[in-house]
C-alpha cells in the first residue's frame, strides 16, 4: 500500500518547485523534481540590443540578481573581446564577494536553520545556562542571561498569541530535532541578529551598484561607479564588510559546527557523485588561471583528481521536459520551445531542462567549489576544511552529504569573506597611485558569438549569446537550479536532488522534515511543493510546512 504526501508550499525557498518520491520502508526509495515555473527570457530577448540582455537576465530572480547580470556582461564581452581594467575587475570581485556573504547567512539563519532549530522548544530553555552554552560556542559581542531571557519573552509572546506567522505550520516537536533548549534558543536569536545584519550587508550592493536588487553600475567593458570610488564610499564598504565578515567568524561558523556536531549522522545521508565547478574571481586578466575559486570537474567522487571543466561539453536533455523535441544541444545550439503538458513521472514532468555534462548529471553550489579547492590544494580552503572535519570528528567521506553541503556553504562564505579585504586593498593601492581606469571602450560586431560563466552563491551560471547583424540572434542560460534541481535526462539519469534524496529516512510520513533538509540544502532558487509517496500504503495526506 502507498501513501502520498502532498506538502504545499515548501516555504524558506524562491520560485515554484515541486517534488515527488516514493517512500518504502521509511526510506525514500524514488524521487521526481519537477520546475513548476517557465521563465522565457530567452524568448523576449531575441531581436534585442546585445547591450540590452544583462537588465533582462538579472530579473530573472530577486535574490542572485547581480549574479546574472554579470554571467551576460561577460558573455558579450567574450563576444566582443574586450578586457576590462583591474578596477573594474576588483569592484567586481567585491560585489561578487558581497553576494556570497548576504546569501549564505540568509540561508543558514533564515531558509535552512528551522529544519535543524526547534523553535518552540527555546521556550523551554534557561536563560543562564543558554548564555554559558553561548559563551561556550563563540564570543559573539552579544548574550548573557539578561539577553537570552528578553529573547524568550519575544519567542513566548509570539508563540502564545497563536499568530506564528512564516513558523505556523512548522514540525515543531518532531523526533527528529535534536538541540537541546539552550541551543534552540541560541540559534534563535541569532536568527534575529542576522535578520537585522543582512539588511546592512545588502547594502554593500548599493555602494557600488547604485541600488539592491538589480543593481545598475556594470556595462560591457567595466563598471560606470567612477563617483563611488571616493575614500568616503570605500571606507564605508570596508565597515559594513567587517561588521559582516566579523559576524561570520564570530557567529555562523561556532553556531554551524555546534549545530553539525549534533547532527552528524548526516554525513551520510543526502550525497551525490559527480561535482562541478565553472570557478571564479579573478585575480589578474589571466583568466581561469587566476581564479579565487578554481574550475574543475569531480567524477565519482574522486576530489582528489580534479579534471579540467569546458563549457563545450555541457549539453541540455529536454526529454523528460515540457519542451519540443527530444534531442540534447550544447546552448549555443538550444532552444526553447515551451510545450507544456501534464506531470507524467514516466515522461515529462518538469519545466527545468536536464544540464549535463559529458552525459553526466553534476552537483554544482558550495560543495562542489570546495571540493574543486580542496582537491587543487586551495590554502585557505584546505586548512578550514580540515578545522571543519577535525572539529566534528568526522572523515573526508562526510562532505558528500547533506551535513557536507551545509558545511560547505559557511566554509567558502569564510573563505571568499577574508579575501575581499585583499581587493579592497588592491583598489585603494591602484586609487592612490593614479590609476582610476574603470572602462575600456568596444565596438558592437555584425555576427559573434560569446559565453559568460560564473560560479555564484547557488552555483555554476553560464549565458550564451550569438549576436547577428548586431542583434541577438539566440540567448541560453543554465543557471545552478537547473543543474541541481532538473530532471531525469534522455538516458533515464537523476538530477543531483533526485539523486540526493534517494534512500533519506523518513520517520513520519505525515511530517517529512528530512526531505526538506536535503532539498533546503541546495539552496533552492525556486519555490515548490513536495509529494512523497510510500509505497505500503496508498494513503494521501496533504500537509504544509514553512
Not at 581561469?288 to 567522487?301: A, D, N, Q, T, V
Request: net charge neutral.
Amino acid at each position: 500500500m502507498a501513501k502520498r504526501i502532498t506538502i504545499d508550499p515548501i516555504t524558506r525557498i524562491e520560485g515554484h518547485l515541486r517534488i515527488d518520491v516514493e517512500v518504502a520502508g521509511g526510506k525514500v526509495t524514488n524521487a521526481w523534481s519537477s520546475g513548476q515555473m517557465f521563465r522565457g527570457i530567452e524568448l523576449i530577448l531575441e531581436g534585442r540590443d546585445p547591450r540590452d540582455a544583462p537588465h533582462f537576465v538579472q530579473r530573472s530572480c530577486g535574490v542572485c540578481t547581480y549574479t546574472h547580470m554579470l554571467a551576460s556582461i561577460r558573455a558579450i564581452e567574450d563576444a566582443v573581446k574586450v578586457e576590462i581594467p583591474k578596477n573594474a575587475r576588483l569592484v567586481r570581485n567585491l560585489l561578487h564577494g558581497a553576494q556570497f556573504q548576504h546569501d549564505h547567512i540568509i540561508h543558514f539563519y533564515h531558509l535552512h536553520a528551522f529544519d535543524w532549530v526547534d523553535v518552540v522548544s527555546a521556550l523551554s530553555a534557561d536563560p543562564a545556562e543558554t548564555a554559558k552554552f553561548a559563551d561556550s560556542v563563540s564570543n559573539s559581542h552579544f548574550g548573557g542571561t539578561a539577553y537570552y531571557r528578553d529573547v524568550k519573552n519575544r519567542l513566548k509572546t509570539f508563540v502564545d498569541s497563536g499568530q506564528l506567522g512564516i513558523l505556523n505550520n512548522a514540525y515543531w516537536g518532531h523526533s527528529a530535532y535534536k538541540l537541546p533548549p539552550v541551543a534552540n534558543l541560541m540559534a534563535a536569536a541569532h536568527y534575529l541578529e542576522a535578520l537585522k545584519l543582512q539588511a546592512r550587508t545588502a547594502r554593500l550592493h548599493a555602494l557600488f551598484g547604485a541600488k539592491n536588487p538589480h543593481i545598475q553600475t556594470l556595462v560591457v567593458g567595466g563598471i560606470t561607479s567612477v563617483r563611488d570610488l571616493s575614500a568616503a564610499r570605500i571606507g564605508e564598504f570596508l565597515n559594513i564588510w567587517k561588521e559582516t565578515q566579523d559576524f561570520i567568524e564570530r557567529v555562523y561558523i561556532p553556531d554551524l559546527l555546534a549545530v553539525a556536531g549534533l547532527y552528524k549522522d548526516w554525513g551520510a545521508i543526502g550525497g551525490t557523485t559527480n561535482f562541478l565547478a565553472w570557478g571564479d574571481l579573478p585575480e589578474t586578466d589571466q583568466e581561469p588561471e587566476s581564479f579565487y575559486m578554481p574550475r574543475g570537474l569531480i567524477k565519482k567522487r574522486d576530489f582528489m583528481n580534479v579534471l579540467p571543466a569546458s563549457q563545450e561539453k555541457v549539453t541540455e536533455h529536454v526529454a523528460r521536459s515540457w519542451y519540443e523535441g527530444n534531442k540534447d544541444l550544447h546552448p549555443y545550439e538550444g532552444e526553447t520551445k515551451p510545450q507544456h503538458g501534464e506531470f507524467n513521472e514516466g515522461g515529462r514532468y518538469s519545466w527545468f531542462k536536464a544540464p549535463r555534462y559529458e552525459g553526466a548529471s553534476c552537483e554544482v553550489g558550495p560543495l562542489a567549489r570546495v571540493l574543486v579547492a580542496y582537491g587543487k590544494g586551495h590554502k585557505e580552503v584546505v586548512g578550514t576544511v580540515n578545522h571543519v572535519l577535525k572539529t566534528l570528528d568526522v572523515p573526508a567521506t562526510a562532505l558528500f552529504s547533506t551535513l557536507g553541503r551545509t558545511a560547505a556553504r559557511g566554509i567558502e562564505t569564510l573563505v571568499i569573506g577574508a579575501r575581499m579585504e585583499n581587493w579592497i586593498g588592491e583598489l585603494i593601492g591602484n586609487l592612490k597611485a593614479g590609476d582610476t581606469e574603470t572602462y575600456k571602450s568596444w565596438k558592437m560586431p555584425n555576427k559573434a558569438q560569446g559565453v559568460g560563466l560564473n560560479d555564484v552563491a547557488r552555483g555554476a551560471l553560464g549565458h550564451w549569446i550569438e549576436i547577428d547583424k548586431g542583434k541577438i540572434k539566440k540567448y541560453q542560460y543554465v543557471v545552478p537550479s537547473t543543474w541541481n534541481l532538473g530532471p531525469r535526462c534522455a538516458n533515464g539519469i537523476r538530477g543531483p536532488v533526485e539523486e540526493a534524496l534517494m534512500g533519506t529516512p523518513v520517520a513520519d510520513v505525515k511530517r517529512p522534515i528530512e526531505i526538506l533538509r536535503t532539498v533546503h540544502s541546495f539552496d533552492p532558487c525556486i519555490a515548490c511543493g513536495v509529494h512523497v509517496v510510500d509505497s505500503e500504503s496508498n494513503e494521501t495526506y496533504k500537509v504544509r510546512v514553512t
